[in-house]
C-alpha cells in the first residue's frame, strides 16, 4: 500500500491526498510536523535530501517527492491526464505556472500569516508575495473568462494543483472576492462527489 | 515551423534551444529582450498571460509556455524522456525541484549580478539566494555521488533542466568548485557532439 508523508495544513499535500481519494486508491498517511523540523531528520533527508513533504511511498525504498510529480504519476492512464499530446503539455505549463508564479506567493503568505502567525515579520516581504500572489490570480481569472477548467473543459491535475492553494488564498490576506470566475472554478471542483477538504485525513 | 520566442542570455530559454539542436529539430527564433519589457507588450502577453518567455509557437496560435512543460512537450517519444513510469516520475520530480529550489536562487543571483549589474542593489537579498542556492547544489552533488545522470544513467530532459543554470552559476556568485560532481557531470553533458552554448542561436 501507498505510504504518504503528509502534513495536514500543507496545499501541497493536499493535492496528493484529494487525488488518491478522487481515485479510491487506498494509503497510509503518515503525519510530519515540519513545523518540529520532522522533514530534517537524518531518516526523513534519507528519503527526500530536499527535506520537504510531501512524499509518496509507492514500495519500499520507492519514493516519490514533489507534489506535481506525485499528481503526473498518480493519474496517468487516468481521466485526470488528458490524452492529447498538446493537452498534456497544457498541463505541465499549469503546473509549473503553480510552482514558480502561484505557490511562492500564496502559499508563503499563508504560512507566515495563518502558520506560523507572524504577519509583521516581514512586512516589506508580505507585501511583495501580496502583489505577485495578485498577478498569478489574475492570470488565472483571465483563463476562466472562456475555460471552465484549466485544460480541455475537464477535470484534471492542473486543476488539482491550482485548487490546492487558491481555495485557502484568503488565510493569506488575499480577497478572492475580486476574482469571481475563480470563486465559481472553486466552486465547480469542491462539488465533485469524491472531494474532501484540506483538514480531512481521507480513508 | 517551430517559432521560438527567445531570450539569448537565459537558461530558460537555452532549455529549450539545447534540446531542439539535440533533436535536429528545425525552428525559427524570435528575439524577445526582457530588459526592454518586450515580453508585456499587448502582442505578447496576448500569447502569453503571464509575460514570460521561452515560449514556443508549434502551430499558428498553438503555444506552450514553461521552459520544463516545452522539455516535456519535446521529449515525448525521444530518448530524453524514459519509457518506465517510476523513472518518468523522477524526471517531473527534478523539473518541479529545478524550478522551486534550484532556479530562483541560482538564476536570480545571476540576473542581478550578471544581466542587471546591480549585486548592491540587495545584499540580505542576495545571501538569502546564495544560501539557498548552495542548499540546492548540495542536494544535486549528493545525488551524484552514486549517479552519472539525474534518472536513469542517461542523458534525459532532467539533466538539460537542470544544466541551464548550474553551468553559469558562478556568474551569479557561486563557487562550483565546493562540488566537483557536478562540474565533472557538467563536462559529461558538454560533451555531447550536438551540444550547443548558451550564446549560441542555435541552427
Same mark, same amino acid.
Given at each position: 500500500?501507498?505510504?504518504?508523508?503528509?502534513?495536514?495544513?500543507? &496545499?501541497?499535500?493536499?493535492?496528493?491526498?484529494?487525488?488518491?481519494?478522487?481515485?479510491?486508491?487506498?494509503?497510509?498517511?503518515?503525519?510530519?510536523?515540519?513545523?518540529?523540523?520532522?522533514?530534517?531528520?537524518?531518516? $526523513?533527508?534519507?528519503?527526500?535530501?530536499?527535506?520537504?513533504?510531501?512524499?509518496?511511498?509507492?514500495?519500499?525504498?520507492?519514493?516519490?517527492?514533489?507534489?506535481?510529480?506525485?499528481?503526473?504519476?498518480?493519474?496517468?492512464?487516468?481521466?485526470?491526464?488528458?490524452?492529447?499530446?498538446?493537452?498534456?503539455?497544457?498541463? /505541465?505549463?499549469?503546473? $509549473?505556472?503553480?510552482?514558480?508564479?502561484?505557490?511562492? $506567493?500564496?502559499?508563503?503568505?499563508?504560512?507566515?500569516?495563518?502558520?506560523?502567525?507572524?504577519?509583521?515579520?516581514?512586512?516589506?516581504?508580505?507585501?511583495?508575495?501580496?502583489?505577485?500572489?495578485?498577478?498569478?490570480?489574475?492570470? /488565472?481569472?483571465? !483563463?476562466?473568462?472562456?475555460?471552465?477548467?484549466?485544460?480541455?473543459?475537464?477535470?484534471?491535475?492542473?486543476?488539482?494543483?491550482?485548487?490546492?492553494?487558491? !481555495?485557502?488564498?484568503?488565510? &493569506?490576506? $488575499?480577497?478572492?472576492?475580486?476574482?469571481?470566475?475563480?470563486?465559481?472554478?472553486?466552486?465547480?471542483?469542491?462539488?465533485?462527489?469524491?472531494?474532501?477538504?484540506?483538514?480531512?485525513?481521507?480513508?
Amino acid at each position: 500500500m501507498y505510504k504518504l508523508y503528509d502534513f495536514l495544513p500543507s &496545499g501541497n499535500s493536499y493535492k496528493v491526498r484529494l487525488l488518491l481519494n478522487l481515485l479510491n486508491i487506498d494509503y497510509e498517511r503518515i503525519d510530519v510536523n515540519i513545523l518540529n523540523q520532522e522533514t530534517r531528520t537524518p531518516e $526523513f533527508l534519507a528519503k527526500n535530501p530536499n527535506g520537504r513533504i510531501p512524499l509518496l511511498e509507492i514500495a519500499s525504498g520507492k519514493f516519490i517527492v514533489e507534489s506535481n510529480a506525485i499528481l503526473y504519476y498518480l493519474s496517468q492512464g487516468t481521466k485526470y491526464f488528458p490524452q492529447d499530446k498538446y493537452a498534456q503539455a497544457q498541463v /505541465m505549463q499549469w503546473l $509549473f505556472f503553480e510552482q514558480y508564479s502561484h505557490e511562492p $506567493f500564496i502559499a508563503t503568505a499563508r504560512y507566515w500569516i495563518a502558520i506560523l502567525k507572524q504577519p509583521e515579520k516581514n512586512p516589506e516581504q508580505l507585501k511583495y508575495k501580496h502583489r505577485l500572489g495578485n498577478a498569478a490570480l489574475k492570470v /488565472m481569472e483571465q !483563463h476562466l473568462s472562456s475555460h471552465n477548467y484549466f485544460v480541455g473543459e475537464t477535470y484534471t491535475i492542473a486543476d488539482i494543483s491550482l485548487y490546492a492553494y487558491t !481555495h485557502v488564498a484568503d488565510e &493569506g490576506g $488575499f480577497d478572492l472576492k475580486k476574482y469571481p470566475l475563480i470563486i465559481a472554478w472553486l466552486k465547480r471542483i469542491k462539488e465533485h462527489p469524491q472531494h474532501i477538504l484540506i483538514s480531512d485525513r481521507g480513508k
